[in-house]
């Protein structure tokens, strides 16, 4: 049972809201709503947490309509866990998180985002943050995604 963080509803909320914009421009969409009323008991309650499992049921569809719009797994397809190291240079995911990652429910793996995210310390958030953003967050994205788009020599 995992939480999804309050700054993942925000970003769901912004995102219906940019696809769905409210037609009279005061009532919004219903995923807006559902996800407004779970963002604002956040809010009253101090809360940084929304237990996926107990979330409504319209709430949630509208959390993981936004969240299959997010890349995956955030792998650049340099995994420093195949060669012993207990944390991915590239990624920043442990090796149990790369190695689980399709086990995971989204509120698991929009933790990981966050955690690797905070931290920036992987590659994915410096040295080849080209490489992040060219992919498409599969596991192992197709490596012509990567490919020079002028061939080297060519004016």
């Known amino acids: ?83 012993g190291d207990a944390v991915c240079k590239g990624c920043g995911r442990s090796e149990d998180e790369v190695q689980h990652w399709p086990l995971l429910t989204p509120a698991e793996k929009r933790l990981v985002w966050r955690r690797i995210t905070m931290e920036s310390s992987a590659w994915r958030f410096n040295r080849y943050a080209e490489r992040a953003r060219v992919a498409t967050g599969a596991d192992h994205p197709d490596a012509a995604a990567f490919a020079d788009p002028v061939p080297r020599g060519a004016p």
């Not at 604002?40 to 319209?58: H, I, K, L, N, T």
């Open 1 to 83: 049972m995992a939480g999804i963080h309050i700054t993942d509803i925000e970003r769901a909320i912004n995102w219906w809201r940019e696809r769905s914009p409210s037609a009279d421009g005061i009532k919004p969409c219903t995923e807006v709503r559902a996800l407004a009323e779970v963002y604002g008991q956040m809010v009253y309650y101090r809360e940084s947490f929304c237990d996926e499992d107990s979330m409504p049921a319209r709430a949630k569809a509208a959390w993981l309509g936004w969240y299959a719009s997010t890349p995956d797994a955030p792998c650049i397809a340099i995994c420093s866990t195949a060669q």
